[in-house]
T-cell receptor, first 113, second 114 residues
Framework: GENVEQHPSTLSVQEGDSAVIKCTYSDSASNYFPWYKQELGKRPQLIIDIRSNVGEKKDQRIAVTLNKTAKHFSLHITETQPEDSAVYFCAASWWAAGNKLTFGGGTRVLVKP | GAVVSQHPSWVICKSGTSVKIECRSLDFQATTMFWYRQFPKQSLMLMATSNEGSKATYEQGVEKDKFLINHASLTLSTLTVTSAHPEDSSFYIC??????????FGQGTRLTVV
């Protein structure tokens, strides 16, 4: 089955700086890669996603890049703000696996004012 | 976006009793729903895939007789934790995907077994 590795597990940045989180996946058939933000005790919320036919996607301060050959994808947050502090999860899936998402281990991001 | 509602949001039960958690898709039909368990400061671990009208598919290591899943309609899946023990205390969360796209999550249920 799919295996998703996520790094780093914790990330502390100064407000205004950029944050980068990286994930690798094992199944070359995976074709959908979402990123979720989860605040303490809350449900995960999708912040951005990318499909395997696209190499990069951007939404305001958030961008995701995908390298299919290397089987890794990254989340980039620019101009970080204190409200960006949360746990971020990457995930991967493909339709033949029943559309189930396999999650990375998570990254706890702390943005210091 | 689509709405997935989970109930209850928290429950405390005595060891040895059973607890049922409901997951509803409010504005779309979900032939498939997913149940995850999340321990403190850990990731979401898929427990099982709930299929409407058929048996659930359990991930390796998940006891199907302990975690009973029923998906009797296109908008409701239930997870019953049977004979709960303190080690079953966790955050249980369901999700459903709309036509292979974005996955929407329920609010989650914090189960505490005392």
């Amino acid at each position: 089955g799919e295996n998703v590795e996520q790094h780093p597990s914790t990330l502390s940045v100064q407000e205004g700086d950029s944050a980068v989180i990286k994930c690798t996946y094992s199944d070359s058939a995976s074709n959908y890669f979402p990123w979720y933000k989860q605040e303490l005790g809350k449900r995960p919320q999708l912040i951005i996603d990318i499909r395997s036919n696209v190499g990069e996607k951007k939404d305001q301060r958030i961008a995701v890049t995908l390298n299919k050959t290397a089987k890794h994808f990254s989340l980039h947050i620019t101009e970080t703000q204190p409200e960006d502090s949360a746990v971020y999860f990457c995930a991967a899936s493909w339709w033949a696996a029943g559309n189930k998402l396999t999650f990375g281990g998570g990254t706890r991001v702390l943005v210091k004012p | 976006g689509a709405v997935v509602s989970q109930h209850p949001s928290w429950v405390i039960c005595k060891s040895g009793t059973s607890v049922k958690i409901e997951c509803r898709s409010l504005d779309f039909q979900a032939t498939t729903m997913f149940w995850y368990r999340q321990f403190p400061k850990q990731s979401l671990m898929l427990m099982a895939t709930s299929n409407e009208g058929s048996k659930a598919t359990y991930e390796q290591g998940v006891e199907k007789d302990k975690f009973l899943i029923n998906h009797a309609s296109l908008t409701l899946s239930t997870l019953t934790v049977t004979s709960a023990h303190p080690e079953d205390s966790s955050f249980y969360i369901c999700s459903a995907r709309v036509r292979g796209g974005e996955a929407f999550f329920g609010q989650g249920t914090r189960l505490t077994v005392v």
